[in-house]
Structures are given as C-alpha cells and as structure tokens.
C-alpha cells in the first residue's frame, strides 16, 4: 500500500496507531515536542520531527508535501497550533487525501446519565471541551476547502500500559471518589489504535464515537483492579470532601453514556476490551499494566 501518513502529536494514542499500521503505511512520520523522543522514536522507523506548536516544525512543511494521510492529535488552545502553523501547508499538500482529527467526548458536555450518539448536539461547558469543539469545526472547514474526508473521533477515558486504575493502586494515587449517579465511559488505547486503523483504512468520514461498551462509576474501576492485585481497595470518599484539583473536579462536570455503534457498523471494528473488566484483566493477566 503506497500510503504516506503524517502524525502530528505522537503521543500514548497516536503513537499506538502509528505502531499498528506500521506494516501497512509505505511511509510513517510525525511530530513530538523534544529531540530526545525525536530519537528515540526514529529507532522505531517512524520519522520524527520536532513541533512544539509554538512556530513552525523544521521539516514539517517538507514532510506534508509527501504525505497522503495525515492525523491531528494535539490538544488546541484559544486557537489549533496545527492549522495556525501548518494549515497553509496542508492546504498546499499535493497527495493529500484524508484527514483524522482526535478529539475528546468532552465535546458534549453534560446529559445526567443519558446515552448520547454522534447525533447528538455538542454543547460543552469546560473551555477545553469548547476549545476542542472549535477546532473541529476548523478542521471541518479545511477539509471542505480541500474537498478531503475527514474522520472525526471523539475519544473517552482513554487508557492503557502505565495508564490505569492497576498502575494508580501501585502508585498510591487510586482513589474511590463517589459522586452519585456519575458514570463515564473509558477506551484501551489498543482499541483506539483499531478503531482509527479502521477509519484510515476505508478514507472514512464522519464523527465517530471511540468508547467502550459499558459506562461505570470511577470508583468500581478502583475496586475491580484492588480485587486483580489481591490488595484492599481505599476508602470510598464523598465526591464533595475529596480532595481533587480544579481540572480533576471539572471531569465530574460531564455525565452522559457514550454509544459506540457506528464504529462498529461502518467501520467494523469488534472490540478487544469492551469494558473495564477485560481491559483491566487483560493487562493484568499479560503483565502489560505498568507499561
């Protein structure tokens, strides 16, 4: 397959897509914000560049000029350093033909516990998810003035090797906080990797929801995993005594269950942890949890 693909942003999910296809691409490149990873990852074959989103990335502008495929996971802020930096070169792009935006569910704010699909209007709270929503609409707008699909995926809690309720209890940094009717869904990054695979693999378009099957309060992830390692779990404490910071208690903002079907009608993917339980046990049983 004579595909290109450029990544800016090859951080824990973007880097796994980037390994997944890894047989498949003719070419892989991307960004990362220090030389040392820069090096680091170009052992693995992918050929990395330095963007700190601050000015443009030496190289960057040579490097979409032979892509075909690009990804966007950059968190944004009042505006997308991507396009603010290198939307000019993507607009310039010759073999350009697909765009992938990651993006976050945080983009529909709050639904008490409903279940929301991609049809629902995002209408988030949090200037993050409102900074998300915004630079959706810019890649949107790019997209449509390049006459170029793009694959939108609005992520879950996202987790994995080293990221996980196991890693926090050996760390000492597991908390039970209960906060009464509060869910949110989660996804393994392997699933993410599967699913944005899918997407690249079929030039797919569209918003797509990237989320397990089960949404559940954050305290039974803390409870499941201590019942894996064999240890007591620590104490449940009231959502209103505990001690969060001011981004940690924002999260508890947003209450909704997330519905996953089109990922796997239009893109078919099947899961490989449908909820917590397989993903938790899973590591576990593979050794994989600390990363």
Partial sequence: MNRRVFIFGLGFSALAFARRIAGEAAWIGGTVRTPE??????????????????????????????????????????????????????????????????STVGVYGNHDGAWIDETTTPRPERTRSRQRLAAEEDWQALADARGLPLATFRIAGIYGPGRNALANLERGAARRVVKPGQVFNRIHVDDIAAAVAAAWDRRATGIFNLADDEAAPPQDLVTFAADLMGVEPPPEVAFEDADLSPMARSFYGDNKRVRNTRIKDELGVTLRHPTYRHGLSAMWREGSWRG
Avoid: C, N, Q
């Avoid at 990873?37 to 700190?52: C, M, N, S, Y």
């Fill in 37 to 102: 990873k820069a090096a680091a990852l170009a052992r693995e074959g992918i050929e990395t560049l330095v963007f700190d989103g601050e000015r443009p990335g030496e190289g960057v502008a040579a490097a979409l000029a032979r892509a075909t495929d690009v990804v966007i996971s950059i968190a944004p802020g009042a505006a997308d350093p991507v396009l603010v930096h290198h939307g000019a070169d993507l607009m310039a792009a010759p073999e350009l033909a697909w765009l992938g935006y990651l």
